[in-house]
């Protein structure tokens, strides 16, 4: 839905141009939604794309691990966030596609198309605006 | 008498102080001082979307553009409950890691719709041979055979799109930009991908067979602007392409950019384009680069870079 | 006799006393802000990144058994002598890295299977001080806001900052450095880098919790001394310095060609994953 509004919008011709910035359509599987929910094992601020690991209960007792892929770090520290934000154990949810790829070496792969906390607030933002943080000093701004 | 001269002195102080006479501070070794970290981050894109005429859009208008495109990125994180339907677009991720800018770019008091300027559609002037190379690369672009078919930034080489230029264009994130002045440099340090444009002042281009990344950049100061000529594009940085703006530019294109600093806050970014291969005309574009709250932070791609792996593997597990 | 000598021995004092003040008494030219202008392009002259310590030259980096000693391992062989590894005087103050004894033998483990482990070999940003010392020069850019580093190996820089920022958020390959100048020497400290860089070619390594100072001096037109002290109290049982000489490049030399390496190593690291792959060794490691 983002996608052919925001094309529309910003007047760009081809439909493959969105996919190709993120490539995520050439990573992850779009017949293979998932829904996961775990505790998160660790976290790889990392770029080009931190990567959220956590640990999924499966139905047989038994723990699969996954690894969940988000954005640049940057746009985070800039508004504040650093290593120790998300605490290790946190129980997080996470909605995405498998990575095409469904080998899970060292772990399986999703997006993390919509990442959350286990009682619904969005992960490193309040829970009203769009989000994202400010991006710069511009003087309308500080008007408002 | 003393009246006289308090007149004078309220005159002098208000020349001083007024906006038509700012200039910016001259650092030790005389050159104009553009310091600082800037941003580009803006919702005005390279070209005009076709819905809109004009560059130049009154405040109601840009007021409501900017609230649909908050509105759209809103919409990003509001995702239903339960699992994802199968078969749609994977999406990306939540709009916390973007930072794309909220607002439209102004430019000389006036609220713009493009970056381009010329020509007056706000539209790349492709030639037919530069449609045609940006459509074939395109093309290339459907497959993962190799790591050399994927993107510059896939593939961590340089950043996203024309991040680093020049022209240095927003993408969808760390459109940040330090610029670092010394005795004969310039130096622009780009977010992404740690790239370091040392700007070479008073020099003349190298020739020869090695091709830099991001180009071979000559400046000079012009009263108050630095201009920077570039040219000797590294032979892979013709195909630029990122969510904001799709580039095809010839590798011995040459580009102008000129940053004249307002004010404490803002610098203006003007460049032309000069590649008649590829385009009917030299095309030009404005935006101004905006003080940035927060530093630059390292942005070490290649060490991290799962993404590259999983495209690769993505395509391996197809075949 | 004892008039003739002791005259000789006063003359002799004199002229020594007349000397030496000629060397101690080179000051730096000024730069910006006032201090002494290190702007320039830098490159050391020693062989600290095949390794810290004194080594000698030997076959390859990369050895396995041979019936009369190491040779080199089969990834490397064909390479021959432009393989080969000379020899490099320590830079190491002392009698070497002084390692807890696990991370003595983990060094030994590191150095053993370095072709797999070593980061330079993957174009991995290389970390400080390690930066410092690789066969590549670097450029110093600044002012008196500002003072920037631009590597040529793997285009890596260093923002420095003037005013400390407190501790750095995440940690980085680079990590994050403040700068400032104790009379005409810039002293450096560095912290926040993670524990994937190494400190050479040798499998000399670090924790997340080093803290690298770094002394900058100039001590002729054309050299600066370096100093690094590393402290990690995790791998270290105590903190321990190198020293060297960063050599100013002159005319054409004095400029940083592109080494952006990550293109390179693109068959290394992605090859398998062609839809077509080459033929490759089976590594060995």
Known sequence: MLGSALLILLGLLLPVRMESHHSFAAEFDADAPVLLTGKVTKVEWINPHAWIHLAVQQPDGSVADWMVEGGTPNTLLRAGIDKNTLAIGSEIVVRGYQSKDKACAPACKANGRDVTFADGRKLFMGSSGTGAPRDGADPRERAK | MIRAAALLLVLLLARVTSAEEWSPPRLAFGDPDLQGTWTNATITPLERPDEIEALVVPPEEGHRIEKLVADLYAAVDDVPAGKLEAGEDVGGYNTFWMDPGKRLAVVRGEIRTSIITDPPDGELPYSLRGRAQLVKRFWRLRKADDPETRLLGERCLVGFGSSGGPPMLPVLYNNNYQIVQSPGFVTILVEMNHNARIIRLGAQHRQGPIRPWLGDSVGRFEGQTLVVETTHFHPAQSFRVSLTHAVYMSTDAKVVERFTRLSAKEILYEFSVEDLENYRQIWKGEMPLLAAEGRIFEYACHEGNYSLTNILAGERAKD | ?285
């Not at chain 3, 064909?78 to 696990?102: E, F, M, R, T």
């Not at chain 3, 590191?110 to 482990?117: D, P, T, V, Y």
């Open chain 3, 1 to 285: 006799m004892r008039r003739t000598l002791f005259a000789l021995l006063a003359v002799t004092a004199l002229s020594a006393a007349a000397r030496a003040p000629a060397e101690s008494a080179w000051v730096a030219p000024r730069g910006p802000g006032g201090k002494p202008d290190v702007n320039g392009t830098w490159q050391v002259m020693n062989r600290a990144n095949d390794g810290l310590e004194t080594h000698a030259a030997r076959a390859a980096r990369a050895l396995r058994d041979g019936p009369h000693g190491p040779v080199p391992a089969k990834e490397v062989l064909a390479l021959g002598a432009v393989g080969a590894v000379p020899a490099g005087l320590g830079v190491v103050v002392g009698d070497g890295i002084p390692y807890q004894a696990w991370a003595r033998k983990k060094q030994t483990e590191n150095q053993a299977h370095w072709l797999s482990r070593d980061p330079e070999v993957k174009c991995y940003l290389p970390g400080i001080p390690r930066a410092t010392y690789l066969p590549y020069p670097f450029q110093i850019l600044y002012n008196e806001d500002a003072l920037f580093f631009a590597y040529e190996y793997a285009g890596a820089v260093r923002n420095i900052h003037l005013t400390d920022p407190g501790p750095a958020p995440i940690d980085s390959w680079m990590g994050q450095s403040v700068g400032k100048w104790e009379g005409d020497t810039l002293v450096i400290e560095t912290t926040g880098q993670h524990d994937q860089s190494w400190l050479d070619r040798a499998g000399n390594f670090h924790s997340e919790a080093l803290r690298v100072v770094e002394r900058l001096t100039p001590t002729s037109p054309l050299t600066m001394r370096y100093e690094a002290t590393l402290e990690d109290a995790k791998v270290y049982t105590r903190p321990w310095t190198i020293r060297m000489t960063l050599y100013r490049l002159v005319g054409d030399d004095a400029q940083l060609q592109q080494f952006n390496c990550v293109e390179f190593v693109e068959e290394l690291i992605y090859g398998h994953l062609r839809k077509q792959p080459l033929d490759r060794i089976e590594s060995s490691e």
